[in-house]
């Protein structure tokens, strides 16, 4: 079983090991299901907040958050905490909670969001996953309406305009494979929570060079991609470094501050034997990898840009042998 590929840089700018939050998403079971795996795998103790959210609170890693994610279902159960008018009114409430619970497993997902775990200790959530897949979770293939995927969260290992650029030309130059390497889901390609960078901000961010700054990052990235729903959503840490301005210009308050990559894009297929989390970490720790080698990463530049400037049908994009390669090469090192 392969194994989780360390990235070049394994340190934040404190100087402590970086660590990477997981996010996933699936059906099969309700909230109370997946708490109770979680506290058997882990030792935690489950704290249930509604019929549509929890938390189980382990020792060692910290809390996991379960919830069925349904931004209004969730807001109409914590209002449903408070004391009922009537008998009649309690009623009614419980009968909608059952009503919305049901709904896991065949449109809206439950989801379980990891607390960060060190770059070192990632192996550590293969044991949940396993379990949840014998228990009976549904990944994104097991249904045609299905559109369940995994966020991956990595803590940036620097906040300054240089490197995060870098990042960003490295996702740019290897969005189009990703979805390759991955094999996205159709139903998640078509809905519109990853949606890919277009084509304009990805010549501006290519463009960047060393003289880049903060200011104009944030503001490109805004004047393109005002959403949340994209494949690399660089909200949250915009939103970590400049608050105000990332407030401002969006129209819902869901975006949360923190210094990390959301990366979303991967498929959840954890009802598949041999499908694990590493595979969609690999992926991007190819990202990592050329964000944190500038000669490779000019070259893919060099070459994205010949292939952009062959105008509409430009053929194959020959950078994604050297990608496909670069990820064997990681893998086997």
Known sequence: ???????????????????????????????TETCHIIASVYSGKISLESPLEAHVETQ?????????????????????????????????????????????????????????????????LEPLIEKLRRAGAKGTGASPVYAFGVHINPEVPDTSPSSIGGYLKSYCLAQDWLIKIHEIDLTRRLTPYVD??????????????????????????????????????????????????????????????????????????????????????NAWCVIEYVAAHENIQNNFIAAWQKHDANGVFPGKQPWHDDLNQLLLDLESA
Request: with cysteine.
């Open 196 to 281: 890919l960078y277009p084509d304009e901000y990805v010549r501006a961010v290519l463009d960047y060079d060393d003289s880049i700054d903060l200011d104009t990052i944030i503001g490109d990235y805004l004047s393109h991609n005002l959403t949340r729903n994209r494949a690399l959503d660089m909200l949250p840490l915009f939103r970590h470094l400049d608050e105000n301005r990332i407030d401002d210009a969006m129209e819902d308050s869901l975006t949360s501050a923190r210094p990390t990559f959301h990366y979303r894009l991967p498929n959840c297929e954890i009802n598949k034997d041999g499908w694990h989390l590493k595979d969609s970490w």
């Open 60 to 124: 060692e890693w910290g809390d996991f958050g379960v919830e069925l994610d349904w931004q209004f279902g969730k807001k109409l159960a914590h209002k449903g905490g408070r004391k009922a008018e009537s008998s009649e009114a309690e009623d009614l409430r419980d009968a909608f909670f059952q009503t919305l619970t049901s709904l896991a497993g065949q449109i809206v997902p439950i989801e379980i969001v990891c607390p960060p775990l060190p770059l070192s200790k990632l192996d550590r």
């Open 1 to 31: 079983m392969r194994d989780y590929i360390e990235p070049v840089l394994t340190q934040n700018k404190q100087g402590t090991e970086r660590k990477v939050g997981f996010e996933l998403e699936f059906g099969g079971l309700d909230v």
